[in-house]
């Protein structure tokens, strides 16, 4: 269910990042980790993460699956720790940057609560995707389709 969820989340965001790139580099600017030099490479990354990661979430295949979940939960560290830093250091942001310049919303306590949610979301889609320990991917998914 986590992956059902994340996944078209992820994509969302991700469309509408792309959907103005100077405006999302100038939200991720004001998190003043290195200016332009690395916003821009870091939105890069950023939107390549969640496009790879909500379709992976979405994939039929299992190891689509494997990488759309750990890529979504390497997503979800990275923008937990840009707003927990900015938070702590007292950083004032009228654009979290999460869709880019749409659905803007300021930094605030209640959007490190939403990053812990896409944490906790991606930890379970990234769970959900790996086979049960010491069995092979290919017992796992076969089990996964039998018949109880």
Request: glycine residues 10%; charged residues 15%.
């Given at each position: 269910?986590?992956?059902?969820?994340?996944?078209?989340?992820?994509?969302?965001?991700?469309?509408t990042q792309a959907?103005?790139?100077?405006?999302?580099?100038?939200?991720?600017?004001?998190?003043?980790?290195?200016?332009?030099?690395?916003?821009?490479?870091l939105a890069v990354?950023?939107?390549?993460?969640?496009?790879?990661?909500?379709?992976?979430?979405?994939?039929?295949?299992?190891?689509?699956?494997?990488?759309?979940?750990?890529?979504?939960?390497?997503?979800?560290?990275?923008?937990?720790?840009?707003?927990?830093?900015?938070?702590?250091?007292?950083?004032?942001?009228?654009?979290?940057?999460?869709?880019?310049?749409?659905?803007?919303q300021p930094l605030?306590?209640?959007?490190?609560?939403?990053?812990?949610?896409?944490?906790?979301?991606?930890?379970?889609?990234?769970?959900?995707?790996?086979?049960?320990?010491?069995?092979?991917?290919?017992?796992?998914?076969?089990?996964?389709?039998?018949?109880?």
């Amino acid at each position: 269910m986590a992956a059902w969820i994340l996944g078209p989340l992820l994509l969302v965001m991700a469309a509408t990042q792309a959907s103005d790139p100077a405006g999302f580099v100038d939200a991720l600017v004001a998190y003043e980790v290195g200016g332009r030099a690395v916003a821009w490479p870091l939105a890069v990354l950023l939107v390549a993460g969640e496009l790879v990661g909500g379709l992976g979430l979405l994939s039929r295949s299992i190891e689509g699956r494997r990488l759309g979940g750990a890529v979504a939960l390497a997503v979800a560290v990275l923008w937990s720790a840009l707003g927990v830093v900015a938070f702590a250091r007292g950083l004032v942001l009228e654009n979290c940057g999460c869709f880019g310049v749409h659905l803007a919303q300021p930094l605030r306590w209640w959007v490190l609560l939403q990053d812990a949610e896409l944490l906790l979301l991606a930890f379970a889609a990234r769970r959900r995707a790996r086979p049960p320990s010491g069995e092979p991917a290919d017992t796992a998914i076969s089990r996964s389709f039998s018949a109880p």
